[in-house]
């Protein structure tokens, strides 16, 4: 099974930042219970995960994967911005990580297979 190992560290962010998102919006205690932007935060840390989940599994050209990588990367500053406008410094902490961990991935070259 096909899978670039290197977008690991981007699912488990995203996976937290879902949690924390949804955290945010349905738990009265935040003060931002309900609000759009909660819910545009989720859907953001929601499209962080699946992106990232996309990259790390799907055999998709040069070209579709460099476009997905930049919508990952839009969609974690993004939330990132409105986890801080929401004062849910976690959040933007852990989509600031993402980004990070998706530059990292990107970046870095693949790890050579020695032949057997």
């Known amino acids: 099974m096909f899978m670039r190992r290197s ?13 924390f998102a949804a955290y945010a919006y349905l738990s009265s205690g935040t ?7 909660a819910l545009l935060a989720l ?3 929601v499209a962080v995960l699946v992106g990232s989940l996309v990259a790390a599994f799907a055999r998709i050209g040069v070209v579709l994967f460099g476009l997905l990588v930049f919508l990952i990367a839009l969609a974690a500053v993004l939330t990132a911005l409105a986890g801080y406008f929401l004062m849910q410094f976690v959040l933007a902490v852990v989509m600031a990580l993402a980004l ?3 530059l990292v991935a990107v970046l870095l070259p693949a790890p050579q297979r020695r032949p057997v």
């Open 31 to 37: 003060g931002v219970a309900g609000t759009l932007g």
């Open 7 to 19: 977008f690991i560290p981007i699912i488990v962010l995203g996976v937290a930042g879902t949690a």
């Open 43 to 45: 859907i953001g840390a």
């Open 100 to 102: 990070l961990a998706l």
